[in-house]
């Protein structure tokens, strides 16, 4: 009997153990291209997309004025650096399009206006596997290590929270079956 019991209790933790790292690895970004000034002739995107890392899976969102502009997808560097937008992959026209990463590769984005596409209303995407974007965030150098803050933050309870739900109910369901 108390065999049967550690197995239960092994299996459980490893089903939450499991849970856990599954959520944690396989969390999905949602990028909004420019930040708060979105896609706009004065948003710096070059500097927004700098420091970004994004993965498959990843979703980016484009907020602009319908009226004034669309974005077009194109398929080659040398179209994007000239900012030839002839023959565009796709073309966004809602104002507030969303597309998710779906594989690895370069992406390349433009106003479909030459002339602003030409000031910098261009954005390139180098899109990684999700193990590659993991990598990259644990890769810490003493030279940019700062303080941790000194509080957990509202998301980081409850996601500790909904794990203890979890393991919480599974200890429930496993004791019924005893």
Not at 75 to 82: D, L, M
Request: aromatic share 8%.
């Amino acid at each position: 009997m108390a065999g049967v019991i550690l197995v239960k209790l092994f299996v459980a933790t490893v089903v939450v153990s499991v849970g856990i790292c599954g959520t944690w690895v396989g969390a999905q970004v949602q990028h909004v291209v420019g930040g708060d000034r979105g896609w706009d002739a004065s948003s710096d995107l070059g500097t927004w997309s700098s420091g970004r890392i994004f993965a498959v899976g990843d979703k980016i969102w484009f907020t602009y004025s319908a009226a004034q502009d669309k974005v077009v997808e194109v398929k080659s560097k040398e179209e994007y650096e000239a900012c030839d937008v002839s023959n565009p992959i796709k073309m966004y026209t809602d104002g507030l399009d969303s597309l998710t990463l779906d594989k690895e590769g370069i992406r390349y984005f433009a106003s479909w206006k030459p002339e602003s596409c030409k000031n910098g209303l261009k954005l390139h995407v180098e899109v990684q596997s999700p193990q590659a974007k993991h990598l990259s965030h644990t890769v810490v150098t003493p030279e940019v290590m700062a303080d941790g803050p000194t509080t957990p933050s509202a998301s980081a309870q409850l996601y500790g929270l909904s794990h203890a739900l979890f393991g919480g109910l599974l200890v429930c369901y496993l004791s019924r079956l005893l």
